[in-house]
């Protein structure tokens, strides 16, 4: 087939179909997207809120919860508990097919009257202990706020994208990880704070693609280093002299951070941080093959647009988890299911199209929601297979007639407003850029100000001067003044860690992660050093300088 050109139906930029994508779409029956890889990508995020959570009541058992649901949501919400429990019927809520009526609009009624668990937990990942403020997560125990995180996670906060991770705060995007602050791509490394695309590495600090360095200090591009401080080579007492006047004091470590800044810009940069990705374009890449437009994606063939997916296979823009998921389109949070279009949150499935927090078992859906153990139903409502296939034929030919077979459901009919979810950490919006391009905005979400009792300049420097007594109070963070508090799990964190407590507050320090991780966007760029053409997350503006893998690979390894 040939590639087409198109224009986005929402920000009319041009956008190509490829002969791949026409080839996928083919197999799965389903028409080409109106919509460019970014739009489609947004519309995708307004399902998956992960950190903007709120405390509500369960409308079954009256306990009182966190919620990734505003007090907006109308439709019910459970504690998890309640919600994966027999004490509702989501077959209750079984609405007749009106053929006189649009799809979408019968299956938004239907999403507004069904419960929904006060947060995502993937069942098949196992349950969270002790992890209250959790959300997209599974099989975590002591983790706070901690999202998109699952199996073998403990003692863990602020972060995003974990798995084998013990004792670590601050991470976006790492594994196999113990004792790690502040870090991002850090993989099987102990005692690191502040370490970027970090492997193999131990006792360090401020590293940026290092592998299999051991007490280091603010180095770039180190392999099996011992004693490096800002890539110069000292004695070992000479190393732990100056470290040791560094370490636990906010002010100290502040300089260091900026000095780290300017010195790292004097090296080159890989053009990505992919590894044994064969054939693929995108940015945190591991053991792939054939993926195209992918990020953050581990152990995946022959995907494209997806972003945060491991274990996945020929899948076309899906948001999150994929394990084990194949021929999924347009979907978040789906696993361990195949064929699946347009969907949220479905596990155990296949053929699923249209359908939301769906699992245990279930295939040959469409417009079902909370439904387990279930086999041809139409908005929730049991059906013969020939019926069930008639009145598929007709919504399908419906949403065909509109171009929208095989897009999501309008963002109007989503759970979430776009600066809740994640969309807005990614590829952020005004208000008023949402609300053209159809989507909710929330203009209270939680947070508080004014109320600190302890001002960032009172807060002792060193962190062996800090008394337990801070644990009770409000501090503000000096960049967007948000009212944040320590957790003691936290406290005793920084002291092992020889950490200053931070002066803003966790939402500011996630966020600024990923703006430090990089955009998810591909550029064309041309190696610093040979002059070929590249493709990489760095904008041709950047001031980093970039080279291709071969350049690269000669002058680091
Ligand atoms: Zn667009
Ligand atoms: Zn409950
Ligand atoms: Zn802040
Ligand atoms: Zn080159």
Same mark, same amino acid.
């Given at each position: 087939?040939?590639?087409?050109?198109?224009?986005?139906?929402?920000?009319?930029?041009?956008?190509?179909?490829?002969?791949?994508?026409?080839?996928?779409?083919?197999?799965?029956?389903?028409?080409?997207?109106?919509?460019?890889?970014?739009?489609?990508?947004?519309?995708?995020?307004?399902?998956?809120?992960?950190?903007?959570?709120?405390?509500?009541?369960?409308?079954?058992?009256?306990?009182?919860?966190?919620?990734?649901?505003?007090?907006?949501?109308?439709?019910?919400?459970?504690?998890?508990?309640?919600?994966?429990?027999?004490?509702?019927?989501?077959?209750?809520?079984?609405?007749?097919?009106?053929?006189?009526?649009?799809?979408?609009?019968?299956?938004?009624?239907?999403?507004?009257?069904?419960?929904?668990?006060?947060?995502?937990?993937?069942?098949?990942?196992?349950?969270?202990?002790?992890?209250?403020?959790?959300?997209?997560?599974?099989?975590?125990?002591?983790?706070?706020?901690?999202?998109?995180?699952?199996?073998?996670? %403990? =003692?863990?906060? +602020? #972060?995003?994208?974990?798995?084998?991770?013990? /004792?670590?705060? $601050?991470?976006?995007?790492?594994?196999?990880?113990?004792?790690?602050?502040?870090?991002?791509?850090?993989?099987?490394?102990?005692?690191?704070?502040?370490?970027?695309?970090?492997?193999?590495?131990?006792?360090?600090?401020?590293?940026?693609?290092?592998?299999?360095?051991?007490?280091?200090?603010?180095?770039?591009?180190?392999?099996?280093?011992?004693?490096?401080?800002?890539?110069?080579?000292?004695?070992?007492?000479?190393?732990?002299?100056?470290?040791?006047?560094?370490?636990?004091?906010?002010?100290?470590?502040?300089?260091?951070?900026?000095?780290?800044?300017?010195?790292?810009?004097?090296?080159?940069?890989?053009?990505?941080?992919?590894?044994?990705?064969?054939?693929?374009?995108?940015?945190?890449?591991?053991?792939?093959?054939?993926?195209?437009?992918?990020?953050?994606?581990?152990?995946? %063939? =022959?995907?494209? +647009? #997806?972003?945060?997916?491991?274990?996945?296979? /020929?899948?076309? $823009?899906?948001?999150?988890?994929?394990?084990?998921?194949?021929?999924?389109?347009?979907?978040?949070?789906?696993?361990?299911?195949?064929?699946?279009?347009?969907?949220?949150?479905?596990?155990?499935?296949?053929?699923?199209?249209?359908?939301?927090?769906?699992?245990?078992?279930?295939?040959?859906?469409?417009?079902?929601?909370?439904?387990?153990?279930?086999?041809?139903?139409?908005?929730?409502?049991?059906?013969?297979?020939?019926?069930?296939?008639?009145?598929?034929?007709?919504?399908?030919?419906?949403?065909?007639?509109?171009?929208?077979?095989?897009?999501?459901?309008?963002?109007?009919?989503?759970?979430?407003?776009?600066?809740?979810?994640?969309?807005?950490?990614?590829?952020?919006?005004?208000?008023?850029?949402?609300?053209?391009?159809?989507?909710?905005?929330?203009?209270?979400?939680?947070?508080?100000?004014?109320?600190?009792?302890?001002?960032?300049?009172?807060?002792? /420097?060193?962190?062996?001067?800090?008394?337990?007594?801070?644990?009770?109070?409000?501090?503000?963070?000096?960049?967007?003044?948000?009212?944040?508090?320590?957790?003691?799990?936290?406290?005793?964190?920084?002291?092992?860690?020889?950490?200053?407590?931070?002066?803003?507050?966790?939402?500011?320090?996630?966020?600024?992660?990923?703006?430090?991780?990089?955009?998810?966007?591909?550029?064309?760029?041309?190696?610093?050093?040979?002059?070929?053409?590249?493709?990489?997350?760095?904008?041709?503006?950047?001031?980093?300088?970039?080279?291709?893998?071969?350049?690269?690979?000669?002058?680091?390894?």
């Amino acid at each position: 087939m040939t590639p087409e050109s198109k224009n986005c139906k929402t920000c009319a930029q041009a956008f190509t179909i490829t002969a791949k994508d026409f080839e996928f779409y083919e197999k799965m029956g389903v028409q080409a997207p109106l919509f460019c890889p970014d739009c489609r990508f947004k519309r995708r995020t307004v399902w998956r809120n992960e950190k903007t959570l709120y405390r509500r009541k369960c409308a079954l058992c009256d306990k009182s919860v966190i919620t990734m649901y505003h007090e907006r949501a109308v439709h019910p919400v459970y504690c998890n508990d309640c919600w994966a429990s027999d004490k509702w019927d989501p077959r209750e809520y079984a609405m007749d097919f009106d053929f006189n009526r649009p799809f979408f609009e019968q299956l938004g009624q239907l999403l507004r009257v069904i419960p929904q668990s006060a947060t995502y937990s993937s069942n098949a990942a196992g349950p969270n202990i002790n992890s209250e403020y959790t959300n997209f997560a599974g099989a975590n125990k002591d983790a706070y706020l901690c999202f998109n995180s699952s199996i073998n996670n %403990e =003692n863990i906060a +602020y #972060s995003r994208g974990l798995m084998n991770a013990r /004792d670590s705060f $601050d991470c976006y995007y790492a594994s196999g990880i113990e004792r790690v602050y502040e870090g991002i791509n850090v993989q099987k490394s102990n005692s690191v704070r502040f370490g970027h695309n970090v492997v193999d590495s131990l006792d360090s600090w401020f590293l940026m693609n290092c592998s299999n360095c051991t007490n280091c200090f603010g180095c770039v591009n180190v392999r099996n280093g011992q004693y490096q401080f800002f890539n110069e080579q000292l004695s070992k007492e000479e190393y732990l002299n100056r470290v040791s006047e560094i370490v636990g004091s906010y002010q100290r470590l502040e300089e260091m951070k900026e000095r780290f800044k300017t010195h790292a810009l004097a090296f080159p940069r890989r053009e990505n941080q992919n590894l044994k990705a064969v054939n693929s374009t995108g940015n945190y890449l591991t053991e792939v093959k054939d993926c195209h437009q992918c990020f953050e994606v581990e152990d995946g %063939e =022959n995907l494209s +647009y #997806s972003f945060s997916t491991k274990i996945t296979k /020929d899948c076309w $823009d899906m948001l999150g988890h994929g394990r084990k998921a194949e021929l999924a389109l347009d979907s978040v949070g789906v696993g361990y299911c195949q064929r699946i279009i347009a969907s949220w949150w479905v596990e155990n499935g296949q053929n699923i199209e249209y359908s939301f927090a769906v699992r245990s078992s279930v295939s040959e859906l469409i417009g079902c929601v909370g439904l387990k153990n279930a086999k041809y139903c139409i908005l929730n409502k049991q059906y013969e297979e020939e019926e069930y296939r008639k009145i598929r034929e007709h919504i399908v030919r419906e949403l065909e007639d509109l171009g929208l077979y095989g897009s999501m459901i309008p963002p109007k009919y989503a759970f979430f407003a776009y600066n809740e979810a994640i969309g807005q950490d990614n590829l952020p919006l005004s208000k008023e850029q949402a609300v053209a391009e159809g989507f909710m905005w929330e203009d209270n979400l939680p947070e508080t100000k004014g109320k600190e009792t302890l001002l960032a300049e009172h807060i002792p /420097d060193h962190i062996s001067e800090v008394k337990d007594s801070i644990l009770h109070e409000t501090l503000a963070c000096i960049q967007c003044s948000r009212n944040y508090r320590l957790i003691p799990a936290e406290l005793t964190f920084y002291r092992n860690m020889l950490l200053p407590i931070p002066h803003n507050c966790w939402q500011c320090r996630f966020t600024d992660r990923i703006k430090r991780r990089g955009p998810m966007t591909i550029f064309d760029r041309t190696c610093a050093k040979c002059s070929k053409p590249i493709k990489t997350s760095y904008a041709p503006d950047r001031p980093e300088i970039v080279y291709c893998e071969s350049c690269y690979q000669a002058e680091v390894i």
